[in-house]
T-cell receptor, first 117, second 112 residues
């Protein structure tokens, strides 16, 4: 059972370009979370999605950032018109279901390191 | 505001020593607490998950405790090894929230 797959591992963009980060959850998982880790900081929640639905986007910046999790294919975190402050490691995590099971762990991918020049 | 704090930010110990990492949280109404390990340039590996109704969880040389009333959790590592060197993150799922709130981590170095 493959783990959470994120690609690319490293992404370099110039200011003003678009960045698209992809996340394929573990097999059987229908819930995806995106977190951002800025240099010297902890992980910060960005958005929580189920298939075709955004459940909680309270951690997403209001502008330039969007996320989707289509019925088919990976979840996409999209950053338009990137700025240097967007440089960070972006992590995706998945969980099995919406049930609030006590044993429900989050499984994380290896992250995408975004560098904005 | 719901926050998670980890102290110390960094810790260096000689191989073989037992050690304790600390995590504190501001709201006792937690759903569960999870300890992760993060290696440089890599993702997070879940170590232990403690339910709100539990006091501790054990896995091998690791033992995590939870005291909701005082808002604290500890991760105990027995007989530390150089391979334990990593950043250890504490994450809390508060109340009805689905997401985790992370501490800033403790960077552990175990010296051979």
């Amino acid at each position: 059972n493959a783990g959470v797959m994120q690609n690319p591992r490293h992404l370099v963009r110039r200011r003003g370009q678009e960045a698209r980060l992809r996340c394929s959850p573990m097999k059987g998982h229908s819930h995806v979370y995106w977190y951002r880790q800025l240099p010297e900081e902890g992980l910060k929640f960005m958005v929580y999605l189920q298939k075709e639905n955004i459940i909680d986007e309270s951690g997403m910046p209001k502008e330039r950032f969007s996320a989707e999790f289509p019925k088919e294919g990976p979840s996409i975190l999209r950053i338009q018109q990137v700025v240097r402050g967007d440089s960070a490691a972006y992590f995706c995590a998945s969980s099995p279901s919406g049930n609030r099971g006590n044993n429900e762990k989050l499984f994380f991918g290896s992250g995408t390191q975004l560098s904005v020049l | 505001k719901q926050e998670v704090t980890q102290i110390p930010a960094a810790l260096s110990v000689p191989e073989g020593e037992n050690l304790v990492l600390n995590c504190s949280f501001t709201d006792s109404a937690i759903y569960n607490l999870q300890w992760f390990r993060q290696d440089p340039g890599k993702g997070l590996t879940s170590l232990l998950l403690i339910q709100s109704s539990q006091r501790e969880q054990t896995s091998g040389r690791l033992n995590a405790s939870l005291d909701k009333s005082s808002g604290r959790s500890t991760l105990y590592i027995a007989a530390s090894q150089p391979g334990d060197s990593a950043t250890y993150l504490c994450a809390v799922r508060f109340g009805s929230a689905r997401q985790l709130t992370f501490g800033s981590g403790t960077q552990l170095t175990v010296l051979p």
